[in-house]
């Protein structure tokens, strides 16, 4: 008798969703600190200018480690191993770590708290995640 696929593909559909609210987030994030950006620097002319910005400026470099775990999420979605519940739980405990502790670095924190302030759809985007966090 083999293992059933079914909690595998349970905790599959968990990680793609925290995933989602994780990226949506960021895009969030990202493009309010692109505004940001531009009002000080000028214009931004093209898509391979802001992924340059976004990879080497120090500007962005707080959003580095939210990238770092969209592209985690990535991954293990990918491997051939398939998700597991443990993945899930640790993916989870990252996020929660990024978002309310040190998991960002110093940089981070004040950072992120800046742009809830300032930019309602940030937080609608934080209570999405929260809520897909908080997901069984």
């Known amino acids: 008798m083999t293992d059933s696929p079914v909690p595998g593909a349970i905790a599959a559909a968990r990680l793609r969703a925290m995933r989602m609210a994780l990226l949506a987030l960021h895009k969030t994030l990202l493009d309010y600190e692109r505004l940001r950006y531009e009002r000080t ?12 910005l976004v990879m080497n400026d ?3 470099a707080w959003l580095r480690p939210m990238s770092a775990l969209v592209v985690q999420a990535d991954e293990t979605l990918d491997n051939d191993h398939g998700v597991s519940a443990s993945d899930v739980a640790a993916f989870g405990a990252q996020i929660r770590d990024l978002l309310q502790g040190p998991g960002g670095g110093p940089d981070f924190q004040p950072a992120f708290q800046r742009v809830l302030q300032e930019a309602p759809e940030a937080v609608m985007a934080q209570g999405r ?3 897909a966090l908080a997901q069984p």
């Open 58 to 60: 120090p500007w962005f």
């Open 41 to 52: 620097h000028g214009r931004i002319d093209t898509a391979g200018q802001a992924l340059h």
């Open 129 to 131: 995640l929260t809520a």
